[in-house]
Each structure stands twice: as structure tokens, then as C-alpha cells.
């Protein structure tokens, strides 16, 4: 509709038109429902109840919350589209900024958003959203009530005493494709396992605080803290960096992981999250310490690689600084301002090497003349133009000894083991590094007693080899290989 004035024409969007268009942010369901839950928290819940339902007639989902709720004023304005301005202040523990987000964030699975709410006063208030019914009429039509019984019934009773807010998404189109086969079925409920694990990455600092607890069809979601997983090899913390932007502070803590090797079955698995070890790599944002970004270089132009994959770095920021990092509608990416871009990119470079280190600490890049060589490793690796070569240390110890023993048939030793390093299969391995359900393991590598033997059979021979018993013990301390045996030796 065009309202003609003479000085400006007052062009309003078409209500079909501008709906479908809000439905195309690039939500996932999980970011949906994390768009979701920033109001809940707002609005001071403790507790999240999340359900889902899905057959041929009625699928639904269905989040309610025990936060403060709304009065009739607040609701309307709620379901508005583009109900707060973005560029006015917000309060400092608010996770929303654009007044989209129930919208936008719903619209993106479903046709149909009805909101019951409420308020400490005990007053309960609803409206609904229908798509094919603003379709029908043509106009920004918002209906007061539940748009049939099947929604009156799934919305039902508040399951909390007092205050709350109860979400429901109906007409699942882009999240229900089809329900007739089983296999339909297994993929609705394979996205709500991304669902309960993506929630307890987002809000791992509010659920480990005990400020909010998060269920999935009764299955409490919990906390996952991407930096320590284990209790008993914790990650690395590196020094932390304080930057500030207008007078407000950005924290940024770089994190190691601990090598694979020292960890459980179970903690390697966890510490894949939903991608793998390799893509959740990088920078973890924090807004409002909630999760924004969970795993990525941001636009600093680093690539994923294996060897990086121990790194993370933790950085946390207001909400004060969201158009500085371009905060996006869906509070899923941003990007580095340019007043600190430079520095980040430092930290994150430095952080990234001692994480190479760590990863590759079963081999050694050949190191310049002159540099104090404190290990001893079985395997070397150098770099020229561009070109990565992986051989057997010759000069190791107990190379050297076995070639002096044979004596004259030492050829034999050595050229077997040029075929053993020549035939290394490069390729297979770094398949399989790239595969985040394989575990890759060494033959010995949980197999303690076998080390064992191994060191003390190579002590004997050592000390049978002219060498003192303290000079024998401190060659093989100094092994790759021996290193976790040092404190038995």
C-alpha cells in the first residue's frame, strides 16, 4: 500500500512478501532455539523446558520457561517485527540486540509461531502468527487466540507455578520434510541430538553457574566447556590479553588442548562436539558469555589444518561492542574490529604454533644449528620449498647402537629402515586424521608394561654397551617415546 503525500510516499511491505523473506537469516534449528533461549534468560529464567513432538498431523515444538512472562503491551510488541531498535542501548546482561529474533528465528522452521505468556500478576495473554492465514487475508494480521483446538490442546497448562512463556512452533515445513518413511523420523531426531549438544556449548557458562538449567524432552542438557574436558590432563591456559575498545574490555585466553594420546576414548569423543576436533579449531567468542561463535578464525584468513587442531581461543566481549564485531541477527558469526585486528591475529599466530608443537610432539622438525635439542626423537621431519620430508633419526641412540652391534651387516639395519620410513603411509594417516569418528592410537600407546620392558631391555643393552647406568637412564629420559615413563625410571 503507497499513501501519497507531497513531500514523501509511505511505501509499506507487502505482509506475505516480507514474511517469507524473514524465514531466509540461514538459521539452523539449532540456532533457532538458541535465539530462543537468549529471552528466556533475559527474561530471568532458571529453568528451560524444550519438547517436540512429530506425526503426520500435529509435529510441533514446544519451549516454555519460567522467566518473568509479559503483560498484553509487552506480548504485542514482542511479536512485532523489528520490536527494539538496535541501535539503542541495551541492558549489560541482555542477549538480544535486534528485536528479530523470536521472529526470524521461528519463521525459519515453521509457518505457524503462537506465544502464551504469563505475567506476575497471574494474567495469561496469547498470539499467534500464521502464515497462511496473513496469506489469506493479505494484511499484518495477528491472531489474539490459538489458531485451533490441536494448538490449545499442545499448549495446555504452564508446567511452572508463577511468571513464564511458552513458545510454540507449529506447521514444521523446513524442519519436517516428511514423515513418512522411518527414516524421516530418525533425521528429526538426529537434528534435536545436535540440538541438546549445540545448547550445552551456547550456554555451558550460565548451566555450569547453576543460573539456568536446560531440558530436551526431559533430558537434562549438560554444560560442555570446550576448553577443559578432563579433569585429569587439563588443557594449557596461555597468558591472557586484555584489549579495550571505547573504554570497553575485551578478554582473549588462548587455550591448548591436551594431545589425544592422553586422553580417554570418551573425552576424545566429547571434545569432537558436533564437527570434529579439526573444524572446531579457533576463535570461541563470548558475548555476554554466551557462545556466539563456536570454532572458527573469524575472518583472519587462517586455514583449518590438523596440526592446529589443539587450539582454541577463548575471547569474551559486551554487548556494548556488537556493531564494532558486526554481530549478525542470528548471533551466530561476526568479525574482528580493524582497531585490533592486528593483535588478535598475533595472539591467535603464537597460540597456533605451540599448538603444532604439542600435536606433533611425536616427531621433529629439524631444528637450526646451534638450538639446545632437550628430546631425543624417533622420527624427523624438514621442510624445503614447500616440501615436507618424514625420515628415521639416524643419529638417535639406539639407531647408532644397533648399527655398531652389527658391525659389518649394519647395511641391512639401515637400508630397512629407509624402507620402512619410505613406505609410511602418509596418505592413509592423514585420512584418517580427518575423520572425526576414527581414533587414531599407536600400538603401545595405553600398553604401559610393554614400554616398560622395552626401556629397561634398552638400559641392559646400554650399560652392556660400555655406557654408566646414569648416563644409559638419562639417554632414554630423553626419548620421545619414554617420556611418560621418566618419573618411573
Not at 520457561?65 to 538496535?86: Q, T, V, W
Not at 582473549?252 to 588442548?257: D, K, T
Not at 572446531?280 to 589444518?305: E, P, V
Not at 622420527?379 to 647402537?401: D, M, R, S, V
Amino acid at each position: 500500500m503507497i499513501k501519497q503525500n507531497q513531500q514523501y510516499d509511505i511505501v509499506r511491505p507487502e505482509p506475505e512478501s516480507f514474511l517469507q523473506s524473514a524465514r531466509a537469516f540461514g538459521y539452523s534449528v539449532e540456532t533457532a532455539i538458541a535465539d530462543l533461549i537468549d529471552n528466556s534468560i533475559t527474561a530471568k529464567a532458571s529453568e528451560i523446558k524444550i519438547t517436540y513432538g512429530i506425526d503426520r498431523y500435529t509435529s510441533f515444538v514446544r519451549i516454555e520457561d519460567n522467566g518473568k512472562g509479559m503483560n498484553e503491551k509487552e506480548l504485542l510488541n514482542a511479536m512485532k517485527i523489528g520490536s527494539f531498535n538496535p541501535l539503542h542501548a541495551r541492558h549489560e546482561n541482555d542477549l538480544g540486540r535486534f528485536g528479530l529474533g523470536l521472529k526470524t528465528a521461528s519463521f525459519s522452521q515453521c509457518r505457524r509461531l503462537t506465544v502464551k505468556t504469563r505475567n506476575k500478576l497471574g494474567k495469561e495473554f496469547i498470539r499467534c502468527w500464521d502464515l497462511d492465514f496473513v496469506a489469506d487475508k493479505k494484511d499484518w494480521v495477528l491472531l489474539r487466540n490459538c489458531a485451533d483446538t490441536k494448538s490449545e490442546k499442545i499448549l495446555s497448562d504452564f508446567s511452572f507455578d508463577g511468571a513464564g512463556t511458552i513458545i510454540l512452533w507449529e506447521k514444521l515445513d523446513r524442519l519436517v520434510e516428511s514423515i513418512e518413511l522411518k527414516s524421516d523420523k530418525e533425521h528429526f531426531y538426529r537434528k534435536f541430538d545436535n540440538v541438546r549438544k549445540h545448547l550445552g556449548i551456547t550456554f555451558h557458562r550460565f548451566i555450569e553457574a547453576d543460573e539456568v538449567s536446560i531440558s530436551v524432552n526431559t533430558e537434562g542438557v549438560e554444560a560442555f566447556n570446550p576448553f577443559n574436558i578432563s579433569v585429569d590432563v587439563p588443557s594449557t591456559e596461555l597468558q591472557e590479553e586484555q584489549l579495550s575498545i571505547r573504554n570497553q574490555q575485551i578478554r582473549i585466553q588462548p587455550y591448548i588442548l591436551p594431545h589425544e594420546s592422553k586422553l580417554s576414548l570418551d573425552e576424545r569423543k566429547e571434545l569432537q562436539i558436533i564437527k570434529g576436533w579439526t573444524e572446531h579449531q579457533g576463535i570461541y567468542l563470548y558475548r555476554n558469555r554466551r557462545l556466539i561463535a563456536d570454532g572458527s578464525w573469524l575472518d583472519l584468513n587462517f586455514r583449518k589444518k590438523e596440526a592446529q587442531r589443539l587450539c582454541r581461543i577463548c575471547i569474551d566481549i559486551p554487548n556494548t561492542l556488537d556493531t564494532e564485531w558486526q554481530i549478525d541477527v542470528k548471533k551466530a558469526s561476526a568479525k574482528i574490529p580493524d582497531v585490533i585486528r592486528k593483535r588478535v591475529k598475533s595472539i591467535c599466530f603464537s597460540s597456533i604454533e605451540k599448538a603444532i608443537k604439542i600435536y606433533t610432539s611425536r616427531g621433529a622438525y629439524i631444528k637450526r644449528k646451534g638450538q639446545k635439542k632437550e628430546i631425543v626423537y624417533l622420527w624427523l621431519a624438514k621442510q624445503k620449498h614447500g616440501i615436507k620430508t618424514y625420515f628415521i633419526n639416524e643419529k638417535h641412540p639406539l639407531f647408532e647402537l644397533i648399527a655398531e652391534f652389527l658391525s659389518d651387516e649394519s647395511d641391512v639395519f639401515t637400508n630397512y629402515m629407509k624402507l620402512v620410513a619410505e613406505a609410511i603411509p602418509v596418505n592413509l594417516i592423514a585420512n584418517d586424521f580427518s575423520d572425526p569418528e576414527t581414533i587414531i592410537e599407536t600400538p603401545l600407546q595405553n600398553k604401559t608394561s610393554a614400554l616398560e620392558k622395552i626401556f629397561y631391555s634398552a638400559l641392559s643393552i646400554l650399560i652392556g654397551a660400555g655406557v654408566s647406568e646414569a648416563e644409559a637412564k638419562k639417554q632414554l629420559n630423553s626419548m620421545d617415546v619414554f617420556q611418560k615413563l621418566n618419573n618411573k625410571s
